[in-house]
């Protein structure tokens, strides 16, 4: 973990994963070898294997595939 993380209760994150001054909301998976910084990402959200996500804002229930890059986004999730 680097510096200026919050991490919401029930976060899942993988081994390899790096994630710097960015916000975990509750149940969060973050997959191995995935990178996310300066970003917030909403409550059960998914960043799969090897995914990037830089200052960026993903919404409640959103995914990120495996190996994509997201850089200044904001990505709404899942609905209701």
Known sequence: MGDL???GP???????ARIDGSVLHEGVT?????I???SVVGAGAVIGPGAT???SVLGAG???????VVE?????????
Not at 62 to 68: I, K, L
């Open 30 to 34: 973050v997959g191995s070898g995935a």
């Open 62 to 68: 959103a995914r990120v595939e495996p190996g994509t």
């Open 10 to 16: 029930r976060c899942v994150i993988a081994a390899g």
């Open 5 to 7: 993380v919050v991490i």
């Open 36 to 38: 996310v910084e300066g």
């Open 53 to 55: 996500l830089r200052g």
């Open 72 to 80: 200044e986004a904001r990505l709404s999730g899942a609905s209701g």
